[in-house]
C-alpha cells in the first residue's frame, strides 16, 4: 500500500473544474488499490492575487515542497490582464516551477485514432504521430535578468534577457536522452544557433552529449524549421528537446495535431520525485464555469503523477488504458465532438471512473 501526500493547486477558469475531476480519479484509483491519497488545497494565480494580493503565497510553496507531488490546473485570465498590474497570475506558474525545481518539462503528444477527424491535419500519417516534447522550465528569457520595462529619450523600452548556463542545457539534453532510450532512440534538439549565442552554447552541449551517447541518434534544428515540419511531418519525431520559450510554443502547435489541447498532459520533473503535473490547455476562460472542458489532460496528467512521483505505473497505466476506451467508445467533450452529442465535464470524468473499475474488476 502506498501512501502520499498530493498537493493541488486548482488556479483559475477551468483549473478547478479540471482538477476536481482529476482527484476524483486519484481517489477511485488509490481505492481499488489499497492506496492511501491525501490531497489538501493551495491558491495560486489570479485567485490567490484576489484573495491575497499575490500570485503565490511562500507559506503555500513550503507546504507544496513537503508534499509527494504537485496537480496544477491552469492560471490566468482577462481579469488580469492589465500589463501595467505589478502582479500577474502567471507570476505564481513560474514561482512554483522554480520554488520546486522542476527544469524538465515533459509533454507527451499523441493523436488518438478515433479523433483523427478533429485534428485539423489531414495527413494519412497522422495515426502513428506520438513523440514527446522535453522543454527546459527554469531558464531562459522567462527567468533572465535583466527584465524591465523604462523611458528613454521620451519613448519607452523594454528588455527580456535570454540566458543559459551550460549546466542548465545539460541536464535537461541528458533528460531527453533517457526518455528516447524506452522509446526509438531518437532526440531532435532544437535551437536558434544561427542568429542566437545561447542557440550556439545550446547546440554544443547537445553536440557533445551526442557523442557520449551514441546509442540515441541525434539531429539539430532552427526552431523556425522544426515548427514547419510540426505540421508537415510530425510523425517523424520521437523526442524534441528544447529551451524555454521555444518550447512554449512548439507545444500549443503540437497540441493542435491532437485535435485538442484538452487531451494533452505534462509533466514537470527536477532532481527529486516531488513533480508538478498540468495540463498544457490554459484557463480558458471563455468555458469556465460551463461544465464543458474537457477533463482527459488532466486526468491524463494524474496518471503522470503516479508513474513519475508515486512509482506507480500499473496504476497510470489503468488510467490510460480507461482514456483510450473511453475515446474509442465515442465519449466527447463539445472540444473533441466535432459536430456530434458532447458531455459534459462531470459526465466525461463519470465515464472514465466507470472504466476504471471495470478494467480492475476484469483485472482480477
Not at 298 to 311: D, F, P, T, V, W
Request: hydrophobic share 45%.
Amino acid at each position: 500500500m502506498a501512501k502520499a501526500r498530493i498537493a493541488v493547486m486548482p488556479g483559475d477558469g477551468i483549473g478547478p473544474e479540471v482538477t476536481t475531476e482529476a482527484v476524483r480519479v486519484l481517489r477511485t484509483v488509490g481505492d481499488l488499490f489499497g492506496h492511501r491519497f491525501e490531497f489538501f488545497e493551495e491558491p495560486v494565480g489570479g485567485t490567490c492575487i484576489d484573495q491575497h494580493g499575490v500570485a503565490l503565497l511562500p507559506e503555500s510553496l513550503r507546504r507544496v515542497r513537503r508534499a509527494s507531488a504537485l496537480l496544477f490546473g491552469a492560471v490566468g485570465g482577462p481579469k488580469w490582464d492589465d500589463p501595467r498590474a505589478p502582479t500577474r497570475p502567471e507570476d505564481g506558474l513560474l514561482a512554483v516551477r522554480k520554488g520546486l525545481g522542476v527544469f524538465a518539462n515533459i509533454r507527451p503528444v499523441r493523436v488518438y485514432e478515433p479523433l483523427l477527424g478533429a485534428s485539423p491535419l489531414k495527413s494519412p500519417a497522422l495515426a502513428s504521430v506520438d513523440f514527446i516534447v522535453v522543454r527546459e522550465l527554469t531558464g531562459g528569457l522567462y527567468f533572465a535578468k535583466p527584465k524591465r520595462i523604462w523611458e528613454s529619450r521620451g519613448e519607452r523600452r523594454a528588455v527580456d534577457t535570454c540566458a543559459y548556463s551550460e549546466s542548465e542545457i545539460e541536464r535537461v539534453i541528458k533528460v531527453a536522452i533517457g526518455l528516447a532510450r524506452s522509446r526509438r532512440s531518437k532526440v531532435t534538439s532544437v535551437d536558434k544557433a544561427n542568429v542566437m549565442a545561447t542557440g550556439r552554447l545550446w547546440r554544443e552541449v547537445a553536440m557533445r552529449l551526442s557523442k557520449e551517447n551514441p546509442d540515441v541518434q541525434m539531429d539539430h534544428m532552427l526552431v523556425d524549421s522544426c515548427a514547419m515540419a510540426l505540421v508537415v511531418r510530425p510523425e517523424t519525431f520521437d523526442v524534441i528537446v528544447t529551451e524555454n520559450t521555444f518550447g512554449d510554443i512548439l507545444t500549443d502547435e503540437a497540441a493542435v495535431i491532437s485535435g485538442s489541447m484538452g487531451m494533452l498532459p505534462s509533466a514537470s520533473l527536477g532532481s527529486s520525485t516531488l513533480g508538478m503535473y498540468e495540463p498544457i490547455h490554459g484557463s480558458a476562460p471563455d468555458i469556465a464555469g460551463k461544465g464543458i472542458a474537457n477533463p482527459l489532460a488532466a486526468i491524463l496528467s494524474s496518471a503522470m503523477l503516479l508513474r513519475h512521483s508515486l512509482g506507480l505505473p500499473a496504476e497510470a497505466r489503468l488510467i490510460e488504458q480507461a482514456v483510450d476506451e473511453v475515446i474509442a467508445e465515442g465519449a466527447r467533450t463539445a472540444d473533441i465532438a466535432s459536430g456530434g452529442a458532447a458531455i459534459s465535464t462531470r459526465e466525461m470524468a463519470d465515464t472514465l471512473i466507470a472504466t476504471v473499475k471495470a478494467l480492475r474488476a476484469a483485472q482480477r
